[in-house]
Each structure stands twice: as structure tokens, then as C-alpha cells.
């Protein structure tokens, strides 16, 4: 009864960051409805990132001083540069590239589509760190590297194949739409060809900065293992470069304007939510699991975002996306074996540790043996 007991709490340990990294993407999913309906009332980019950061860094700061407070590490040179390089990367580059590349695009569902080259540039960066080794002849090498291809495929047969459209969840769009707007409907025009070219781009280089970020933050993270602490300096200095960059384009006070409208709910979510809940959980996960690890959940924010946006903002979705998904999500479940079984190998390979009164327990039974012959 006790191995039982015993077996079911590691199943539900090991499980953890796999559930707390679902509930990542979904709380990422809908910061990118919000994300776009604030662009579509006119909030500039800059300013949007620059507020949540302020709210995220506002919720953390006291959150993290009344958890860690005892607990605490000192901080040091290395680990504040490290910091101020993880919200320079994760932060306000990635969110500044990343809310651009929505508004230029004019879609969530295609930057969320180019968003799952996260899981290979992270995968490059953490070659080039040494932090990641990939093994051709283990099984779970071969299994990460085909997972990789297969998720791959799966972004680019989601992102270029659209097929024929799904007309359910377009349908409940409309009639939700109509409803609310009466018999007016919106008028969303295509972007040009050049600007979501360059969105596109914008949103694959936004991949690499957050590659940058989760292959720092795990080595700040494995020096001072304070994970509400850490996102709420990283927010904090993400907060203060944002804000910088913000005035430097806007200083009229009509861009920084908040009232009870869709921009302060954007604001408040993407900094409560998002950055308040969302980067503690997978600053855990990076302690516990590493870059590559996080990264790979990567994909499930496809499928959360192509159906909130079909039904919230009256994007198509067609059968491509959901095709595509299959593959993602089939990719990234084998990526997940093979880092499972590579945490096996590595404890089958690892050199059994002899005490020493072991060792003197083999030495004193020898020569009883010798004297019985």
C-alpha cells in the first residue's frame, strides 16, 4: 500500500510542471486576445508593454518580498547582470518584437503559428551554451530531434496550407459579433503583403530573444533559486527599459491615457496575470526542468489562440490549423519521451557510489574466503 502511495505521489510530482506549463500557454492564449484588442483600439505598442510590465512589477515586488523574504540569497554583480540581460531579452525586446509583429500582421493566430520556432531556437541557443547535448545513437536523442521536425512541420503546414474553412466556430463568431455590434459589422481589412512580411519576421526574432532569455534565466535561476524573486526583478527592470523606450517615441500624455476601457483591462491582465502569475510558474519550471523543457509547450498556445480568436476576434480558422496542431502537439509529446528517457539513461549511466564501510565490508569477507579454501 505504501509503494502505491509512494508511486502515485511521483506520478503527481512529475506531473507538475507539465500542468503548470499548460496552464502557462492558456494564460498566454488569452493575453494575446487581449493584446489585439487593445491594438485594434489604438493603444500604441510600446506604451501597451510598458504598462504591463508596471502592473506586473507593482504585483510581484511585495509578493516576492513577503514569500522569500527569509530565504533570500544576497544578490551579487553576476546575478543582477544577469536580471537586467533576462528583461532586456525576455522582455522588453521579445514583448516589443512580439506586439509589433501582432498589430503589423494583424493576426494573433499567424504570430502564435511562428512562435513554435521558440522550441528550436531555444534548442540551437542551448547547443551553442552547452547547456543541451543532443545524442543521435540513444533513443532519446533521436526521439527530441524527431519530435523537433515533427513540430516544425507542423507550424509550417498550419502557417502556408489553409484548406477549406471550419464554419463552426466562425459561425458562433458572427452570431456573437451580431449581437453585440447589432446590425453593424466589423470591417477588418487585410494588412499589406510588406507589412506582414516583416511582422512575420519580427515574430520569428522575437523567438530567439526569448531563446536567449530561458537559457540565462536557468543559469541565474541555478545560482539564486528565488522564482517569485526573479520575475519580479526581471519585471521590474523590463519595466524600467520599456517605460524608457516608450518616452523616447511617445511623451504626450494621449498614448499613456488609461480609463475604464479595453486598454486598461489589456494592461492590467497582461500585468497581474500574465507577468504576475505566469513568469513565477515558469521560472519554477525552468529550475526544475531547463530551457528546452519549457520551450517545447510552446505549440499548445496554437491551438488555444486559433480558437479563442476565431470565436473573440472573427479570425478564420481552417482545417489547416488544425491539422498543423496534430502535428504540433504529436511533436511535442515525443520531445517530452525523449527527455524522460533521457533522464533515465543518465541515471543508468551514472557510477553507483560505494560507502566506505562497504568497501570494508568486501574487504574483510576476501581473505575469510581465501581462508576457507
Not at 510552446?298 to 476576434?313: E, H, K, N, T
Not at 498543423?324 to 511535442?332: F, K, Q, S, T
Request: hydrophobic share 50%; glycine share 8%.
Amino acid at each position: 500500500m505504501g509503494t502505491r502511495v509512494g508511486g502515485a505521489g511521483g506520478v503527481l510530482e512529475g506531473a507538475r510542471p507539465a500542468a503548470a506549463m499548460v496552464v502557462v500557454e492558456l494564460i498566454f492564449s488569452a493575453l494575446q486576445i487581449f493584446i489585439k484588442l487593445a491594438l485594434d483600439d489604438g493603444m500604441d505598442v510600446r506604451v501597451l508593454v510598458a504598462y504591463r510590465l508596471m502592473f506586473g512589477a507593482a504585483f510581484l515586488c511585495p509578493v516576492a518580498f513577503l514569500i522569500e523574504r527569509k530565504k533570500r540569497p544576497p544578490l551579487t554583480v553576476k546575478v543582477v547582470t544577469g536580471l537586467f540581460l533576462c528583461g532586456l531579452f525576455g522582455i522588453t525586446i521579445n514583448q516589443n518584437l512580439l506586439v509589433l509583429a501582432i498589430k503589423l500582421t494583424n493576426s494573433t493566430t499567424i504570430v502564435t503559428a511562428l512562435s513554435n520556432l521558440t522550441p528550436q531556437s531555444t534548442f540551437i541557443v542551448a547547443i551553442l551554451s552547452r547547456m543541451e547535448t543532443l545524442k543521435l545513437k540513444k533513443a532519446s536523442g533521436r526521439a527530441k530531434l524527431t519530435g523537433t521536425l515533427v513540430g516544425l512541420g507542423g507550424a509550417m503546414l498550419l502557417t502556408f496550407y489553409k484548406g477549406p474553412e471550419i464554419r463552426f466556430l466562425h459561425n458562433l463568431a458572427r452570431t456573437r459579433l451580431s449581437h453585440a455590434h447589432g446590425n453593424h459589422q466589423l470591417l477588418r481589412l487585410p494588412p499589406a503583403e510588406g507589412s506582414r512580411i516583416l511582422g512575420s519576421f519580427l515574430a520569428i526574432a522575437s523567438c530567439f530573444s526569448f531563446a536567449i532569455w530561458l537559457t540565462i534565466q536557468a543559469k541565474v535561476g541555478q545560482v539564486y533559486p528565488c522564482h517569485y524573486s526573479i520575475a519580479a526583478m526581471v519585471c521590474l527592470f523590463g519595466a524600467v527599459q520599456s517605460t524608457l523606450l516608450a518616452l523616447c517615441m511617445h511623451r504626450d500624455t494621449d498614448h499613456w491615457r488609461l480609463g475604464l476601457n479595453i486598454r486598461l483591462y489589456s494592461s492590467a491582465y497582461a500585468g497581474l496575470v500574465a507577468s504576475g502569475s505566469a513568469f513565477p510558474l515558469m521560472s519554477w519550471c525552468l529550475r526544475k526542468k531547463g530551457p528546452l523543457y519549457v520551450a517545447m509547450f510552446g505549440p499548445l498556445i496554437v491551438v488555444f489562440v486559433a480558437v479563442m480568436s476565431s470565436i473573440v476576434l472573427d479570425e478564420t480558422l481552417h482545417i489547416g490549423i488544425v491539422l498543423g496542431a496534430v502535428l504540433i502537439v504529436a511533436g511535442l509529446y515525443m520531445v517530452l519521451w525523449g527527455k524522460a528517457r533521457e533522464e533515465d539513461e543518465h541515471e543508468a549511466d551514472a557510477p553507483k557510489l560505494v560507502s566506505q564501510d562497504e568497501e570494508l565490508g568486501k574487504e574483510s569477507v576476501t581473505p575469510a574466503r581465501n581462508v576457507e579454501t
